[in-house]
T-cell receptor, first 115, second 112 residues
Framework: NAGVTQTPKFRILKIGQSMTLQCAQDMNHNYMYWYRQDPGMGLKLIYY???????DKGEVPNGYNVSRSTTEDFPLRLELAAPSQTSVYFC??????????????FGPGTRLTVL | EDKVVQSPLSLVVHEGDTVTLNCSYE??????LLWYKQEKKAPTFLFMLTSSGIEKKSGRLSSILDKKELFSILNITATQTGDSAIYLC????????????FGQGTELSVKP
């Protein structure tokens, strides 16, 4: 099992550009999450999904969009990138809906810089 | 508002020292408390503590949960340079579905 995979690992964007961060998991988890991590700030939830076709906002959703067309994939879209979106982005998944465990498994992260 | 606070925010120790990391929380309907270790990459799971499991131990790491006082500690004995990392505490709340609330993290640096 590859677990949770993310692409790209690094990206530099110019202000106003758009991009999609890819996330995939092969553990058949229904729950998937997108977080951003800024220095000294822990992890902030951007969006999450409880299954294919169902998504909801987290704590800091502004400037981002998500979709969940399959159980495996959960891409995060940045429209009109801004310097405030410079951060490290982590995707995670869990089997919460089936075994009621809170354990989330994280991907390797994408380091995004907006200049 | 649900809140998780970790202390200290950073800590520098020498190899062989014992360290205690703290995590306090305020959530509406507590379900679980998790500890993660993050070494310049993805957070990796260490422990999950719940009402039915308030103490966990793995090698030199151990953790306890005090549900009455609303905090948890993570103990690391005989620290090694490989223990250098950010340690994250997160809390699950029955009112929040499958979401976790994360603390700011404690950055531990172990010097040789």
């Amino acid at each position: 099992n590859a677990g949770v995979t993310q692409t790209p690992k690094f990206r530099i964007l110019k202000i106003g550009q758009s991009m999609t961060l890819q996330c995939a998991q092969d553990m058949n988890h229904n729950y998937m999450y997108w977080y951003r991590q800024d220095p000294g700030m822990g992890l902030k939830l951007i969006y999450y999904s409880v299954g294919a076709g169902i998504t909801d906002k987290g704590e800091v959703p502004n400037g981002y969009n998500v979709s969940r067309s399959t159980t495996e994939d959960f891409p995060l879209r940045l429209e009109l990138a801004a310097p405030s979106q410079t951060s490290v982005y982590f995707c995670a998944s869990s089997s919460f809906s089936t075994v009621l465990t809170d354990t989330q498994y994280f991907g390797p992260g994408t380091r995004l810089t907006v200049l | 508002e649900d809140k998780v606070v970790q202390s200290p925010l950073s800590l520098v120790v020498h190899e062989g020292d014992t360290v205690t990391l703290n995590c306090s929380y305020e959530v509406t309907n507590f379900r679980s408390l998790l500890w993660y270790k993050q070494e310049k990459k993805a957070p990796t799971f260490l422990f999950m503590l719940t009402s039915s499991g308030i103490e966990k131990k793995s090698g030199r790491l151990s953790s306890i949960l005090d549900k009455k006082e609303l905090f948890s500690i993570l103990n690391i004995t005989a620290t090694q340079t490989g223990d250098s990392a950010i340690y994250l505490c997160a809390v699950g709340d029955y009112n929040q579905g499958g979401k976790l609330i994360f603390g700011q993290g404690t950055e531990l640096s172990v010097k040789p």
